[in-house]
């Protein structure tokens, strides 16, 4: 499975911005999709989860009620929509794919794309 992000870019403090994983190869409606992100000198941390049921999504406590998952599996692409944007939200986001249900450690995914940068300024 190859994962292609995009949709980063700066944007002010209160603003939105949405995000893309496009997959290729595999089968994509059997995989959890998952985004983390990782803010310079911080650990990388997950952000939001959705499984292959779309029914099943998790998020971090920190963007509970400002970011949204979801997925359509005709298009094989997942999404992230964030609202309310604050500068400690500035980060590299990656999105990653794995076999079935989501979990929120990094090392549980097998499939990684390459990162969009999101820039929140003050």
């Known amino acids: 499975v190859q994962l292609q992000a995009s949709g980063g870019g700066l944007v002010q403090t209160g603003g939105s911005l949405r995000l893309s994983c496009v997959a290729s190869g595999g089968t994509f409606s059997r995989n959890a999709m998952a985004w983390f992100r990782q803010a310079p000198g911080k650990e990388r941390e997950f952000v939001a989860g959705i499984g292959w049921t779309v029914t099943g999504t998790r998020y971090a406590n920190s963007v509970k009620g400002r970011f949204t998952i979801s997925r359509d599996n005709d298009k094989n692409t997942a999404f992230l929509q964030m609202n309310s944007l604050l500068p400690e939200d500035t980060a590299v986001y990656y999105c990653?794919?794995?076999?079935?249900?989501?979990?929120?450690?990094?090392?549980?995914?097998?499939?990684w794309g390459q990162g969009t940068q999101v820039t929140v300024s003050s």
């Open positions: 990653a794919a794995r076999s079935w249900s989501v979990a929120t450690m990094g090392n549980e995914y097998d499939y």
